[in-house]
């Protein structure tokens, strides 16, 4: 079966490297599935859980927005954080998400406050969603 190389890095480290069969994630525009030999694209991201699937397996990786850049069969994603199942701190996501829903129920925030608490909030969420996908 044919592959391709992805690479996931956040300025702290690298997350991930590996030959894989296809990923999807969640550009501006809506979801995209790259395989193998996919034309060059670059995007950025939303907050999301990418998907990826190597050995004909599926699985889940939090991705903190960024981008993504396809170049000669290889996928690229620079995020400002990211996360495999296994390193997620699942208490800390769920208590991230209830700060985020508590600011969110108060009125008369700020918009950036707002934003912010909505980033935080999806943040939260996508952990969650990652970490129990193991
Ligand atoms: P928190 O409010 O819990 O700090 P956050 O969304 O503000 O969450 P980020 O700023 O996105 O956190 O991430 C800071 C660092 O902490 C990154 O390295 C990220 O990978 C890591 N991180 C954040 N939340 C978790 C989690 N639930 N489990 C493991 N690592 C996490």
């Known amino acids: 079966m044919s592959t391709m190389q992805l690479d996931i890095v956040t300025p702290d480290r690298k997350v991930y490297s590996e030959e894989v069969e296809m990923v999807v994630a969640r550009a501006v525009e809506g979801d995209i599935g790259i395989l193998p030999n996919h034309a060059p694209y670059i995007s950025p991201l939303q907050v999301t859980a990418l998907k990826v699937k190597k050995n004909g397996e599926e699985s889940f ?42 600011r969110l129920a108060k009125e008369k925030q700020a918009d950036i406050d707002f934003k912010r608490a909505q980033l935080s909030l999806q943040r939260a969420m996508v952990r969650i969603r990652v970490s129990k996908s193991r």
């Open 61 to 102: 990786i939090a991705i903190n927005g960024g981008f993504m850049e396809v170049h000669d069969n290889k996928v690229t994603v620079l995020a400002e954080s990211a996360e495999l199942p296994g390193e997620i701190d699942i208490n800390r996501a769920e208590a991230a998400k209830k700060r985020a829903e508590e």
